[in-house]
């Protein structure tokens, strides 16, 4: 990041953070994103979780849609609003396959960017005791930037990985990335993290 040292190394308690992973669903990778392909996103998140379950960390796999109609999409006037969902193809909300959802994986519905708001996502962390967020998942910065800053202001420590993220534009990606994420938590690699889960 420009202006800023590169910082490689993190440390933290497996047993007390939980991979967020947010919207990799089949509608949502689908799409175009930037600097990094859906699929290369995917790839990394798969990694992260890998190294998750095997330190005995809580995969959190989350994703977005609305109800057959779309009554529950947020719609209120904006020069530049997202559509009603109602049209979305079958299977849009669906998490991909890669991700390899097992019995022990939390999974979190949501109706609009953030995690947090309408979900039980805060309640699943406080009472597990999971006070570390690894986020990953697309858009960063929608539904990515959106969770990491209700997470920030609820207090939770938070490591926001770079490559295992990707924008609807390069620029909106680079700027959660250089200016709202170092903010907010700890911005590394998925080398970094998956080797701090493998110690």
Not at 132 to 139: D, E, N, R, S
Request: glycine fraction near 10%.
């Amino acid at each position: 990041m420009p202006g800023r040292p590169i910082v490689t190394d993190v440390q933290f308690d497996p047993h007390r953070t939980a991979v967020v992973v947010i919207d990799l669903q089949q509608g949502v990778v689908a799409m175009e994103t930037r600097p990094h392909a859906g699929s290369a996103v995917v790839a990394n998140a798969v990694r992260l979780l890998r190294s998750a379950r095997r330190a005995g960390a809580q995969p959190i796999l989350v994703h977005v849609g609305a109800s057959p109609d779309g009554a529950d999409w947020p719609s209120p006037p904006a020069d530049a609003g997202a559509q009603r969902s109602a049209a979305r193809a079958p299977g849009w909300s669906d998490l991909v396959p890669e991700l390899e959802r097992s019995q022990g994986d939390l999974v979190v519905f949501k109706r609009q960017w953030g995690a947090f708001y309408g979900t039980d996502l805060d309640l699943q962390l406080r009472r597990r005791g999971l006070g570390t967020l690894v986020m990953c998942g697309i858009a960063t910065e929608f539904g990515v930037e959106s969770t990491a800053r209700d997470a920030y202001e609820r207090g939770y420590r938070q490591i926001l990985v770079s490559d295992a993220m990707s924008g609807v534009t390069e620029q909106s990606h680079s700027n959660a990335l250089e200016r709202i994420f170092p903010r907010l938590g700890q911005v590394r690699t998925t080398d970094a993290v998956a080797a701090a889960f493998e110690r």
